[in-house]
């Protein structure tokens, strides 16, 4: 039997869960299954990708690009935006983000590098960029992968962000089918 809180709270029990906690009785936020296992239907988070394959790319040399999945799979809460790709925190809290990419480094571009890194209200600074990704020698493809944790303010932003040090637009591409943007809200 739901025990209703003035009409905007609703705790319930029944066969199937031993607690459930909504704005109504139908639609849980919150609930405890009989194994004791917490589920968070509602949970802030988002997987972006791309609907199709694009092919390779060519990254733009002595910038700072975002990349820009055009798809998601799924996106709870809709706060990553496909035309910008921009996830944009709804509530303060603790976030985990997470990326991969693909890459090709072209033969002569010994001495270029590519760092990634996830980027919050678009800084570039020593504070909110974190480098993960590096590679050498020339004529190899390699992927890049991050992961992050960070506290974020209802309405802060964070974007994936490559940036080559190459000379020209021909030392790096990338393949962005196979790679993804990710995160959800963590606490």
Request: glycine letters at 10%.
């Amino acid at each position: 039997m739901p025990i209703d809180l003035g009409g905007n709270f609703v705790v319930s029990a029944n066969t199937t869960s031993l607690m459930n906690i909504a704005s109504t009785s139908t639609n849980p936020a919150f609930r405890v299954d009989s194994a004791g296992s917490t589920l968070t239907p509602k949970q802030i988070g988002f997987m972006a990708g791309w609907s199709s394959d694009p092919g390779w790319q060519w990254l733009t040399h002595s910038t700072y690009a975002t990349f820009q999945f055009n798809a998601t799979s799924y996106n709870i809460g809709n706060c990553f935006n496909t035309a910008n790709g921009r996830f944009t925190a709804p509530v303060n809290g603790t976030y985990l983000f997470h990326a991969t990419s693909y890459f090709y480094k072209n033969a002569g571009f010994d001495g270029s590098f590519v760092y990634i890194w996830f980027s919050r209200n678009g800084n570039q600074n020593y504070l909110d960029v974190k480098i993960r990704g590096h590679v050498y020698t020339a004529g190899n493809y390699f992927s890049g992968e991050i992961a992050q944790y960070t506290y974020l303010n209802a309405g802060d932003y964070v974007e994936y962000v490559v940036y080559t040090s190459a000379s020209n637009d021909t030392s790096f591409e990338v393949y962005p089918y196979y790679g993804h943007f990710e995160g959800a809200l963590v606490g």
